[in-house]
Structures are given as C-alpha cells and as structure tokens.
C-alpha cells in the first residue's frame, strides 16, 4: 500500500526492527491531532502485513503524547479490508474510543454504466447531450474556473471545500499523475466540474464534483460527468469509484444517498472516531 498524496504530513511509526514503515497521515488542529489531515483516508498504512495493531497504536500514542486528542477517519469498509478492519477492531479493543459509523457510496466498475443510471438519470444524460453538451479532462488553464465553480456549489449546502485553491493547486502541480480534473460543457460553456484522485492501483475517487446549478441544473451536467468518469476508470484497469461520504455524524443525507444510488452507487460503512490521549 502507499499514500499517493504529497501534501500530507507523515508520522512514521517505528515499533520494532522486524516490521516495516508504518505511515500516519495527519494535521495539528488547535490540540487535536487529526487523521488524514487534507489527504482521503486516515488510519495506519503499513509496509508488510501486520498481525497485532496494539504495540503499533501504542507508539503512535506516545508520539502524540503532548496533544490530548485524536481523530481518525479510517478508508470504508470496501477498501483494504485486510488491512483496516483489523486495524480498527484492534484499537477499538485497546482504548474504547468514541465512535461514529458514517455512509459513503462507490461504483463497482465491471459492467456498462448506462445500465447503471436511473431512467431519469437516462434521460437527463439525453437531453445533456442534446443541448450540445460534451465532456473533457480539463487544462492547468481550466483549474481556476472549475474550483470556483465548485466552491460556488458547496456555498448553496452552507459548507466551503476542505482545501483551499492553494492546496488544490499545488495537489495538481505535485502529483499530476494521481489528480484529474474533468469538464462538463454546454456550447463552450463550463456547467460542472470534477476533482477526481486516484488512491492506488484499483481505487479512484472523486474529491469534489459540482455544478452551475442557476444555469445547468435541469440538464444534470453532474451525471454526464459521472459517465466519463466511469468510463475512463473503468479503460485504465480500476475496480472501484468512491463517490465519497452521504451523511454527516451518522446522520444519512438521504437525498445525497438517492443522488448516488440513482448512479448505482452501494452503500458501505466508514468508521470515525475520537480518543482522547
């Protein structure tokens, strides 16, 4: 496994000379150490196959020892299983943490992706493409344009992106070949864009996507992108398309969940939790 952001801040945890690097992507916010920071997952990304997490959670603890809080929120259950469930199941055993199992959805990319969509979702994609809407990987010279677009769309939910166009665009410069933005256009237009990382060599996620809602919201540009995003994951060899988190402390955000269930997203646990040191 490795963590293919370079913006993260990396804990290496030593626990003995026989085990491999363990890594522990994290930020400092306020006095609480916070995993994954600004990367995808959190949690411990080990080197060799691990049998007991406790002597591993232990060092991390005491490395952390100056800071009275953790939080962690550890990949769904679909990702890396074999690494992670023990992983959670050994810490929860070690320290009782407080816990909160959120939604997230993903697309398994095996088969045809029209099949895959709503009937209203089918004909939203027609109409799309009537209106003379088309579909591209985005340009350095487009990143400007779709982030604002994207922070636009996030301000109508009453929340802003967890990176800034800084971070953004430094992710773009840094790792250009785990990072892809995608353009959904009308005659020239830009009507939805998407932010989307590749995790590793079977997993690919869409970060952020978003469209002009006071212009394009009736054609849905949002599910066009969805398909060639499919599309080109699906020809480059990946297994799985995370479409990220549908609820917020537990609490499902079921029209979010219907959004991505009518893409032929499934639904699976994401564990969070939070310790205090």
Known sequence: MSLQDSNLNLAEIEVDADLNQVLFPYKINGNTVVSPGIGTFG?????????????????????FQAYPSMEIVF??????????????????????????????????????????????????????????????IGTNQDLL????????????????????RNQISNAFLKSPDHYSLYIAEIKGVIAASAIVV??????????????????????????????????DSAKAGFKILDLGTSSVSGVINEGLARFKGNLGAIKTRKLKVAITL
């Not at 949690?43 to 490395?63: A, I, K, M």
């Not at 344009?145 to 800034?164: C, D, F, H, N, Y």
């Open 43 to 63: 949690g411990l990304y080990p080197g060799q196959v691990v049998d007991d997490w406790s002597p591993t959670w232990n060092c991390l603890f005491r490395e």
């Open 75 to 136: 990949p769904p259950e679909y990702f890396h299983r074999d690494v992670f469930l023990k992983q959670q199941e050994d810490l929860i055993n070690l320290c009782s943490p407080k816990t909160v199992w959120e939604t997230n959805q993903h697309v398994p990319l095996d088969g045809d992706v029209i099949s895959l969509l709503s009937k209203g979702n089918q004909k939203k994609l027609r109409q799309f493409r009537k209106a003379g809407g088309d579909t591209r």
């Open 145 to 164: 344009a779709a982030v604002t677009l994207l922070e636009k769309s996030r301000e109508r939910l009453g929340v802003v992106l967890s990176m800034s």
């Open 198 to 231: 590749k995790l590793d060599k079977e997993n690919i996620y869409v970060l952020y996507w978003g469209d002009d809602a006071d212009n394009w919201r009736h054609l849905s540009p949002v599910v066009a992108l969805f398909v060639s995003i499919y599309e």
